[in-house]
């Protein structure tokens, strides 16, 4: 079992930049990729970024890339997501998310074993 818990979410203006962050407990955090995914109001989940369990590879949603950057540091057990350029849409509830397969499977197929509870951006134009 793993635990999730994000922070870091809030209210900023177009433009502007926010890192999320996500603290992971539990079973073993360095053996498992792990991803972002939000959900707007009215609309399903999707997936945002994803990192191998050794960080070495990353995936983005064409709508993030090269705006947002994923990170993880095994060590400290823990996740973030830096976004910069936040644009109006970007408004989402935002997952952390962990899978014990692959950040591809993650990044794909939306295969997902552990969620948290989610932490909400608002970007206001």
């Known amino acids: 079992q793993v635990q999730l818990v994000e922070s870091g979410g809030g209210l900023v203006q177009a433009g502007d930049s926010l890192r999320l962050s996500c603290a992971a407990s539990?079973?073993?955090?360095?053996?498992?990729?792990m991803g972002w995914f939000r959900q707007a109001p009215g609309k399903e989940r999707e997936f945002v970024a994803a990192?191998?369990?050794?960080?070495?590879?990353?995936y983005y949603a064409d709508s993030v890339k090269g705006r947002f950057t994923i990170s993880r540091d095994n060590a400290k057990r823990t996740v973030s997501l830096q976004m910069n350029s936040l644009k109006p849409e970007d408004t989402a509830d935002y997952y952390c998310?962990?899978?014990?397969?692959?950040?591809?499977?993650?990044?794909?197929?939306?295969?997902?074993?552990?969620w948290g509870n989610g932490t909400l951006v608002t970007v206001s134009s």
């Open positions: 539990g079973r073993t955090f360095s053996g498992y990729a």
């Open positions: 998310a962990a899978d014990w397969v692959t950040a591809q499977a993650m990044a794909v197929g939306g295969v997902v074993d552990y």
């Open positions: 990192i191998s369990w050794s960080g070495g590879t990353t």
